[in-house]
């Protein structure tokens, strides 16, 4: 026979139906199935007269219960805590436990590369190159050689693919581990298509290879393999990029890393002779039937897919200017000297060098002039010796093209520059004026607000009369209207003003120009919404975090500690520093 009781536990009610001869474990069964509370934490007391005193015990015998003498309804009270441990919402899941390709993705740092004997220079260019974005998605997207051959071409390119397709696949490894990675195939693969690669020791060691020399062999590889719109479209994320852009241009690596030249030289002996500025020894030397006559300068186009920053003063080897900026080192090589024919004279004759890049690149790659052949007219063998410059050359987070570009890109990159400074200090007046909210809050409506009140100013300004002042300001916000600006090449984000970011760095440690060692210093990618990170000092520059790549082992570093490179001492010196179009 069966018993209906009331359980009062806490703020709730529930109603169960007692079988005294199932005894106290059938009851506090029933209760924890209704109420939750585990058995061990059920404290049972009664609330109806007649039925036990106190805390109900396992061994209390409830048949001995009269309930014909209970008043009903019969209630007792429960105390005791339903909770119970359960497991968490989201799974804990650690890194180890994760599969290699999900944890290379969310480790805190990216993998290295095994030393192979003496490959650190090829180690430090391959994990710069890493972060060349246009390379990366062009090599992803890379399934076999362009063009076939016979004979020694045939031998060629299959060289080539066999280079490019192995540096695809160990960026896909690296990728998809967290350990280092050995470099085995590309090593391979790497003294097959350049020779003097192989060359080793005395005793039989791999010996030490110029970091640069690799990076531009590496360059023309694959701009012989990375050919067509295809391969282009692939390294600017399936943008379209047209003729106009590419400017020539029929590689992803010239259409990336490539710069167009536009080289200017002047005859100086004419020019001086014309303007009567030679005194009369230099007029001495200049035919009076040419007096006066201005030799035409001759113009000339080239491609490059560096620039040099010239440390020791210039390219003509006279030059002595003190070099303490990669800018002024930049300059300096872009200017020079040499002895030409002038057809005027009719003799050789000194010229003027002046070179401008009437193309930029997404990637701008700076080497700095750290080596070079000193003759040794003492010695026996009269080979010479390489050479290594120790001076500093310091450089910044940010390098500014603007005044090494030709007049026409200049007034392109002068527009856009010209807008943002217009809009920047209009932004800074509306500030002023407290007319920002929207902006300051986030609005979606800020931008179209902003244009309108952009028109509706210009329509003011139209029929206020012919004050200066007006006119001026109506001057300034025409300028400041959307309009579609030249290319300066290709892949180049829009109103581009000429500037790069730093975001990668090979540097050499030790005073031997064919031993030290190379290391790669790589900016890290911040996370999207990620706010930036506090400035250096007085300077512009963001103290971002970076990673060094001393071959299998990564270290964490900042923007500060990498502009540290810039040289004179023992330690690591910036040899090549990689530059990205800033946004």
Known sequence: MSHPIVIKWGKETAEVNLVPTGGVKALKAELEEKT??????????????????????DDFDLTSIDFAK????????????????????????????????????????????????????????????????????????????????????????????????????????????????????????????????????????????????????????????????????????????GDRELMGATNLIDAAFGMKLEETLTCDETAVAAVGGAGEEDAMDVDAAVAGVVEPPVKMYDTARKLVCN?????????????????????????????????????????????????????????????????TPDSQDHAGVKCKVMKPVAFSGTLDMYDFCTEEVQKVLKKARDKALAEEEERINRKLRGEDIKKESGDGEAMETDEADGKKKAEEVAGNGDDEEDEALKAALAMSVEEELAPVGPGLPDNFQGQYELFAVVTHKGRDADGGHYMAWVRAERPEGAPEAEKIGDSDDSNDDWYVFDDDEVSPCKTEDVLKLKGGGDWHMSYLNFYRCKK
């Open 36 to 57: 939750g509370v585990p058995q061990d934490r059920q404290k049972i007391m009664p609330k109806s007269k007649g039925l036990w005193k106190g805390v109900l015990k």
């Open 70 to 241: 209970v008043k009903a309804p019969i209630q007792i009270l429960l105390m005791g805590s339903a909770a119970k441990l359960t497991g968490p919402k989201v799974k804990t899941v650690f890194l180890e436990d994760l599969p290699p390709e999900e944890a290379a993705k969310v480790a805190p740092e990216p993998s290295g590369l095994v030393n192979l004997g003496n490959t650190c220079y090829l180690n430090s260019v391959v994990q710069c190159l890493r972060a060349a974005d246009p390379l990366r998605k062009s090599l992803a997207s890379y399934t076999g050689p362009t063009s076939n051959g016979a004979g020694g071409a045939g031998m060629a390119d299959q060289s080539n693919a066999v280079f490019v397709s192995t540096l695809r696949d160990l960026y896909r490894s690296l990728d998809r581990t967290t350990e280092a990675v050995q470099p085995s195939q590309v090593v391979m693969s790497t003294k097959m298509a350049f020779p003097e690669f192989a060359r080793t020791g005395p005793q039989g060691q791999p010996m030490q290879q110029d970091a640069e020399e690799f990076f531009s062999g590496l360059l023309n590889i694959a701009a012989q393999e990375l050919r067509g719109g295809e391969a282009i479209g692939a390294g600017f994320a399936g943008r379209t990029v």
């Open 311 to 375: 440390i020791q003063g210039g390219a003509d080897a006279s030059s002595q200017v003190n070099v303490t900026h990669v800018a002024e080192g930049i300059e300096l090589s872009l200017n020079g000297k040499l002895e030409k024919r002038s057809d005027v004279l009719g003799r050789d004759a000194i010229w003027s060098k002046t070179t401008r890049i009437a193309r930029l690149p997404a990637i701008l790659t700076v080497q700095f002039g750290r080596f070079y052949w000193k003759e």
